[in-house]
């Protein structure tokens, strides 16, 4: 069993919605303790909030969902995560950004990777990027299978 909270800032207005299956008052005590891994923080450390229960006595199996209906209903919410989880889509765009990022940032560096030169074994010269490509090359195979 289990309950979903809520925790309203007064001076901001700020909600955090939260579910639990264990005590309300251990649940919120994380909150205050480690407040840097919450989305909460801010409320907490504005300290001036008020704690509820939206809703007790809720079967495990459809808490994150019971915990979702809320956040649906709430506005001015401070959590970032969806309550079954990560938003996968928002992840991988995010993702995809940091590697754009990079590559913008490393562009000359990773190009100049791609272009050394190298020498195989079967005698033929390469660029590192076009390993690939060569190690199907017949020179190669033949080489290989000789
Ligand atoms: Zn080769």
Known sequence: MGLVYWIHCNETNQ?????????????INEHIKESYKYSSKPII????YSVSILEDNINKDILKVREQFYMDCCD?????????????????????????????????EINKKKGIKITCECGSVYRKSGKSQHIKTKKHLDFVAS
């Open 15 to 27: 909600n955090y919605i939260g579910s639990t299956t264990y005590s309300l008052n251990k649940r």
């Open 45 to 48: 450390d504005r300290n001036n």
């Open 76 to 108: 001015n919410l401070l959590n970032i995560y969806r309550a079954n989880g990560v938003d996968e889509v928002k992840k991988k765009k995010t993702l995809a950004k940091a590697y754009h990022n990079y590559w913008i940032n490393h562009k000359e």
